[in-house]
């Protein structure tokens, strides 16, 4: 039997590497990466630490910027067990911003029918040992690989992989992107090695987390809406307002275009009514990273 990648219409329909060239233009030197988190605003800092059981289900903790220097910073990432992620590069390292856009330029062009509408990025920068655990981004991605080695799983994003139940919690921002995990799905999974210059690309919405193979890694993950993925989107945060109201909601993959259409349309009021308050706004900082201390992170009291 053949299993669907995916079940949301699209024209990327399975996961595929893709070359690249923003290594060789010096993004990710030591130099230009403790450079860059010198200069970067500590507003757009994420910082967490993973920890996994032997079931794969994960717990996190949250680390603060603090205050090392640029390559103090990378010292503790590059010793430690962190993953780092820098928001919105486009404000925060708009030369790398361009060089990607380009990039994604390229990429886009092999699927005929993908248009982009909106791009952001995210440069993750984690420690040798670092594993991202089991979610799905509400959005296209093409994660450009610039250093170390990471093996991704692309799991498939059918319903037992990806409950849209749990799919409207994660775009009402009522959880963070984890999905729940179960090691059966390891047997469904695409794995693919990514060495420095490859970029992947994988169908709109699928499961997928990373394990760092043994390597200080560097990638520049760039997600981008369509008008597809908005609509889905407006869907999803639609459903999850007639949910909470006691509705149920039909799957969005049986909606014909108008009809997401209009869930879209719907969601900007909602939202401009305050329909759904996000439940992951603030939360406690664990640590702060420090080059001596285990993993790279130092507790805050
Ligand atoms: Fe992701």
Same mark, same amino acid.
């Given at each position: 039997m053949t299993v669907a990648r995916t079940r949301y219409a699209g024209p990327i329909t399975e996961a595929r590497v893709h070359d690249h060239r923003l290594v060789e233009q010096g993004f990710a030197t030591d130099e230009a990466l403790a450079a860059m988190l010198e200069r970067y605003p500590a507003g757009l800092f994420d910082i967490n630490l993973y920890d996994y059981d032997e079931a794969g289900q994960v717990s996190l903790r949250t680390g603060?910027?603090?205050?090392?220097?640029?390559?103090?910073?990378?010292?503790?990432?590059?010793?430690?067990?962190?993953? @780092?992620?820098?928001?919105?590069?486009? +404000?925060?390292?708009?030369?790398?911003?361009?060089?990607?856009?380009?990039?994604?330029?390229?990429?886009?062009?092999?699927?005929?029918?993908?248009?982009?509408?909106?791009?952001?990025?995210?440069?993750?920068?984690?420690?040798?040992? %670092?594993? @991202?655990?089991?979610?799905?981004?509400?959005?296209? @991605?093409?994660?450009?690989?610039?250093?170390?080695?990471?093996?991704?799983?692309?799991?498939?994003?059918? *319903? %037992?992989?990806?409950?849209?139940?749990?799919? *409207? /919690?994660?775009? +009402?921002? /009522?959880? +963070?992107?984890?999905?729940?995990?179960?090691?059966?799905?390891?047997?469904?999974?695409?794995?693919?090695?990514? *060495?420095?210059?490859?970029?992947?690309?994988?169908?709109?919405? %699928?499961?997928?987390?990373? *394990?760092?193979?043994?390597?200080?890694?560097?990638?520049?993950?760039?997600?981008?809406? +369509?008008?597809?993925?908005?609509?889905?989107?407006? %869907?999803l945060f639609t459903n999850a307002v007639l949910r909470r109201a006691g509705g149920r909601p039909r799957f969005t993959d049986r909606m014909s275009t108008p009809e997401l259409a209009a869930r879209w349309a719907a969601s900007l009021a909602l939202k401009r009514a305050g329909a759904m308050k996000s439940r992951i706004a603030g939360f406690e900082r664990d640590f702060e990273p420090d080059a001596g201390a285990a993993d790279g992170a130092r507790a805050l009291a």
């Open positions: 603060a910027r603090g205050r090392l220097g640029g390559a103090d910073l990378l010292a503790a990432i590059q010793q430690g067990r962190l993953w @780092v992620n820098l928001r919105e590069v486009e +404000t925060g390292w708009p030369e790398l911003w361009a060089a990607a856009m380009a990039e994604f330029g390229d990429v886009q062009a092999r699927y005929p029918g993908l248009r982009a509408v909106r791009q952001s990025g995210q440069l993750i920068l984690s420690s040798p040992r %670092a594993r @991202v655990p089991y979610h799905f981004d509400a959005a296209g @991605v093409v994660l450009f690989h610039l250093r170390g080695r990471k093996r991704v799983f692309v799991y498939p994003g059918d *319903e %037992a992989h990806l409950a849209e139940t749990d799919m *409207e /919690q994660v775009v +009402t921002r /009522q959880t +963070t992107e984890e999905l729940p995990y179960r090691l059966a799905f390891e047997a469904d999974a695409q794995i693919m090695d990514l *060495e420095p210059g490859q970029a992947l690309t994988w169908p709109l919405y %699928a499961p997928h987390r990373v *394990e760092n193979l043994d390597r200080f890694c560097v990638s520049l993950s760039m997600d981008f809406q +369509t008008w597809p993925s908005r609509f889905r989107n407006g %869907a």
